[in-house]
């Protein structure tokens, strides 16, 4: 049986790093390789813009208010930037790259990826991991993640 192609996209409200599983099935056999160009920071202009301004101009095109919080802020820049990953996922020659997705997120996180997925991203999702994972060296980050992927032949062996 042939071993589909996993993504992971970890990511928190400002990061966010994308890995391919390499290697066997099985968390001892299975490794994660970073994806070139798949790393992505809020603050980075080439893939986000500039930052949202703090004046009164920026505060009344973003909510329609006067006065915006700065929880308001943060939160439609998490938005902002979960949407543009998510964006770059699902170009063409990106999802011809793999045929699961397996995404790890603190839980608000995981809520914005779930709001901003389109149809045809949501189908690839096979498993979510709820937690900060970004700060993480590569080797428990593959423990964590590894261990937490369901496997595939499980599913047949039930049957």
Not at 95 to 100: G, I, T, W
Not at 116 to 123: F, Q, W, Y
Request: with cysteine; aromatic share 6%; proline share 8%.
């Amino acid at each position: 049986m042939r071993r589909p192609v996993s993504w992971v996209l970890i990511a928190d409200g400002g990061t966010a790093r994308t890995y391919r599983t390499t290697g066997e099935t099985g968390a001892h056999q299975a490794r994660l390789e970073a994806i070139p160009d798949g790393s992505f920071t809020r603050s980075d202009p080439a893939h986000f813009g500039p930052r949202p301004g703090k004046n009164f101009a920026s505060a009344l095109r973003n909510s329609g208010h006067g006065v915006t919080t700065h929880e308001g802020q943060k939160r439609r820049a998490e938005q902002e930037f979960v949407a543009a990953v998510l964006a770059w996922i699902e170009k063409p020659e990106q999802l011809a790259a793999f045929e699961r997705l397996i995404v790890a997120a603190p839980p608000r996180i995981l809520g914005e990826i779930r709001l901003a997925l389109s149809p045809a991203l949501a189908k690839r999702i096979h498993c979510e991991i709820h937690g900060d994972l970004m700060k993480l060296p590569i080797k428990e980050l593959e423990k964590r993640v590894l261990a937490s992927i369901p496997d595939p032949g499980a599913e047949q062996r039930l049957s």
